[in-house]
């Protein structure tokens, strides 16, 4: 049966050293950022950038302890400027006594500039370190001031392997046995925990209750999760196939088809980045000058994605797909992109016309760089652009433009 505890399983078998951390090893292994730091002993603030799970507030804990600091966590969403004083109170004390102070903000880019500001002198002074947390791209939500007395480190969603590490070795730190999780139920819950290691811990953690001390299945799990969940492998088959239908039906200007695609990309639990990536490729491959618009809103969608996050940036992404949907369609950047690059490794080594060379000194001049040529708008060298050995070479009639 469940454990009885009053702390969730995550919290209970949260790493306390740099060496029982999983995933991230390019900052906790041997000669990388974290693991210097704590060997030499001179930290510095940090700024953790990355999506939920991927171990932001375990590895400020873990710094903290490996160093002996005090920990002090606040929250940006219930902390005001009067909690970071009576935090820099403890931590002017905990200076005199010779301990170091480290204070974790969670969701640091809700703090407003008035708490950042408030931060400031005492980062500089050396009185706190200051580790923060935060989802969303820190050069649009933290000052720059306090960026640039910290180093931002990006956290990458943690890969399948490390969730299966991680979810094993949960169960052993809780006293189960590893083979409490069938196969096909790890397989299924590293599935939809999308890299995320809160989710997967906290499915797990329900998913016991529901097993009744048994072998937890996969339907235990999706009865956790509360919800039916997409069958979708980000790596395997299904996505390849799913983002075949998606670009398809935006092609064939299939709004039903499209937008149906789409929902089964976010709902198997697919990076929202991969999606509005590919939408950024398709206005220009598909679009093109048929709408010039296309692109910039793709873009737009990019951009509000990587700043903004699931779920809400589900919004800019269907709005994305289906402008991209509605908007007439054209070949022509994609044929031309292609006959350019094949032309141009035919010959890689033309040289460029002197007459359109730019004559920066005498010498140059007397060669003949620039010969004939003005500067205005619209000017067409009677001898053309291209070099000799391409002069009659049409891009128009090699990409069948006419």
């Known amino acids: ?16 050293r740099l060496a029982e951390v999983v995933g991230q090893e390019e900052l906790t292994g041997k000669g990388k950022l974290l693991a210097e730091m704590v060997r030499t ?5 940090l700024i953790f950038w990355g999506p939920p799970g991927s171990g932001k507030t375990t590895l400020a804990r873990v710094f903290a302890h490996e160093l002996k600091a005090e920990f002090t966590e606040m929250s940006a969403v219930m902390s005001g400027v009067a909690d970071v004083r009576r935090v820099i109170e403890l931590a002017e004390l905990n200076k005199r006594l010779g301990r170091p102070t480290i204070v974790f903000i969670d969701e640091i880019h809700r703090f407003n500039k008035a708490q950042q500001d408030s931060l400031l002198p005492h980062v500089e002074k050396g009185t706190i ?14 000052i720059s001031p306090l960026l640039s007395r910290s180093r931002v ?7 399948a392997e490390a969730l299966r590490a991680i979810v094993l070795g949960a169960l052993k730190k809780d006293g189960r046995k590893t083979d409490l999780l069938a196969p096909e139920a790890l397989d299924f819950l590293v599935r939809v925990a999308g890299g995320d290691a809160r989710v997967a811990l906290s499915t797990l953690e329900v998913a016991m209750l529901f097993s009744d001390g048994g072998m937890i299945t996969p339907k235990d799990l999706e009865t956790a999760l509360g919800r039916k969940v997409a069958r979708h492998d980000r790596k395997g088959e299904s996505h390849y196939n799913l983002a075949s239908a998606f670009i398809k039906s935006l092609r064939g200007s299939d709004a039903s088809a499209a937008l149906y695609y789409l929902a089964r990309f976010l709902q198997g639990g697919e990076d929202p980045l991969f999606i509005a990536r590919r939408m950024a490729i398709f206005a220009s491959e598909d ?3 048929a709408d010039n618009q296309a692109l ?5 969608a990019l951009e509000d994605t990587k700043n903004v996050g699931m779920p809400e940036c589900q919004y800019a992404l269907f709005h994305a797909a289906l402008y991209l949907v509605r908007a007439p369609k054209s070949r022509e950047v994609a044929d031309r992109m292609s006959s350019a690059l094949k032309k141009a490794e035919e010959t890689p080594d033309a040289l460029v016309p002197l007459h359109i060379r730019n004559a920066t000194t005498d010498l140059m001049g007397e060669l003949g760089y620039g010969k004939g040529y003005h500067w205005q708008a619209g000017f067409r060298h009677e001898k053309g652009f291209l070099p000799e050995e391409l002069k009659d070479w049409d891009i128009r009639k090699d990409a069948k433009l006419e």
């Open 287 to 289: 679009i093109g000058l």
């Open 153 to 159: 480190v990006v956290l990458k969603p943690l890969s």
């Open 41 to 45: 002993n001179s930290p510095v603030s």
């Open 296 to 300: 910039m809103l793709a873009e737009t």
């Open 129 to 142: 370190t200051l580790v923060g947390a935060t989802t969303e791209n820190p050069s649009f939500s933290v």
């Open 1 to 16: 049966m469940f454990k009885e505890t009053n702390k969730p399983l995550a919290e209970r078998v949260r790493p306390e």
